[in-house]
T-cell receptor, first 114, second 109 residues
């Protein structure tokens, strides 16, 4: 399977704990995006990488959220001191430099904060 | 900033045609995109318009009017499997895709 891979698929944690999600994009894609989606809403942009450089970060993202993409391949999204409001589906997507707007999404990582 | 509006829900009959509208306001424009998302699954790309007019792709077509900030997705010969959320999105003038809240389409017998 050469699609976008995310893990874990599900994470249940207690409030205050840290969680980390991993995304492996399609190998030839240099752009990588993280989105968050809650029930009944469209995906909400969190951050964007071109190769290893984080080029844009949503102003909605608090300093508890951090993302990395070392070596321009896989990416991690860490949430520190989780809150119940962080419960959502975290979606990763990748695209090639040609495919602006044509994103290939992973299956997502569902976070539940108790 | 960007603002995208689309209806929350629509219902249509199997075999019929349905049109899902989207209006947008952006500070720049690189294109208008439509995605399909089945319940519990990730969004998948359907279509892309950068110039005014109609783009046809099988049973699905998408229309764009840049001067009016308006697009629609047309689904023909509806099938039960078309029941899903349809997301309108635009890049504005940048590199990120901003999505609307989605239109939940229910196809009935």
């Amino acid at each position: 399977d050469t699609g976008v891979s995310q893990n874990p698929r599900h994470k249940i944690t207690k409030r205050g704990q840290n969680v980390t999600f991993r995304c492996d994009p399609i190998s030839e894609h240099n752009r990588l995006y993280w989105y968050r989606q809650t029930l009944g809403q469209g995906p909400e942009f969190l951050t964007y990488f071109q190769n290893e450089a984080q080029l844009e970060k949503s102003r909605l993202l608090s300093d508890r959220f951090s993302a990395e993409r070392p070596k321009g391949s896989f990416s991690t999204l860490e949430i520190q001191r989780t809150e119940q409001g962080d419960s959502a589906m975290y979606l990763c997507a990748s695209s090639s430099w040609r495919g602006l707007g044509e994103l290939f999404f992973g299956e997502g990582s569902r976070l539940t904060v108790l | 900033g960007q603002n995208i509006d689309q209806p929350t829900e629509m219902t249509a009959t199997e075999g019929a045609i349905v049109q899902i509208n989207c209006t947008y306001q952006t500070s720049g424009f690189n294109g208008l995109f439509w995605y399909q998302q089945h319940a519990g699954e990730a969004p998948t790309f359907l279509s892309y318009n950068v110039l005014d007019g109609l783009e046809e792709k099988g049973r699905f077509s998408s229309f764009l009017s840049r001067s009016k900030g308006y697009s629609y997705l047309l689904l023909k010969e509806l099938q039960m499997k078309d029941s899903a959320s349809y997301l309108c999105a635009t890049t504005g003038g940048g590199n990120k895709l901003t999505f609307g809240t989605g239109t939940q389409l229910k196809v009935e017998l």
